[in-house]
Nanobody, 123 residues
Framework: QVQLVESGGGLVQPGGSLKLSCAASGSIFSINTMGWYRQAPGKQREVVADITSGGSTNYPDSVKGRFTISSDNAKNMVYLQMNSLKPEDTAVYYC?????????????????WGRGTQVTVSS
């Protein structure tokens, strides 16, 4: 169906930057929205940023002005540039794709997830 592979996580000091990448592949007919979510230990998964196929973006207040989401529709890629990182940004970051896939019996829309990449902000 759809495979999402994240990369770019790691350990960074407070105030530093990281850029995450996610590649989507499989029987994709179209992608409606791609996004990044995160989940810290003991907390629920939360949206970090998302972007529609038309380029509209959405951020929660906690990351607005620090994180920037972008995409390359031709390559089915989505990126997350994270600046001014804080210890509270530490979490596993997951890539999400809301897309329509082509199957033998027609088209089906669904939400797909990557396996996640760890981001740790610590001195």
């Amino acid at each position: 169906q759809v495979q999402l592979v994240e990369s770019g996580g790691g350990l960074v000091q407070p105030g530093g930057s990281l850029k995450l990448s996610c590649a989507a592949s499989g029987s994709i007919f179209s992608i409606n929205t791609m996004g990044w979510y995160r989940q810290a230990p003991g907390k629920q998964r939360e949206v970090v940023a998302d972007i529609t196929s038309g380029g509209s973006t959405n951020y929660p207040d906690s990351v607005k002005g620090r994180f920037t989401i972008s995409s390359d529709n031709a390559k089915n890629m989505v990126y997350l540039q994270m600046n001014s990182l804080k210890p509270e940004d530490t979490a596993v970051y997951y890539c999400m794709a809301d897309c329509t896939i082509a199957q033998a019996m027609g088209y089906m829309r669904g939400r797909y997830w990557g396996r996640g990449t760890q981001v740790t902000v610590s001195s």
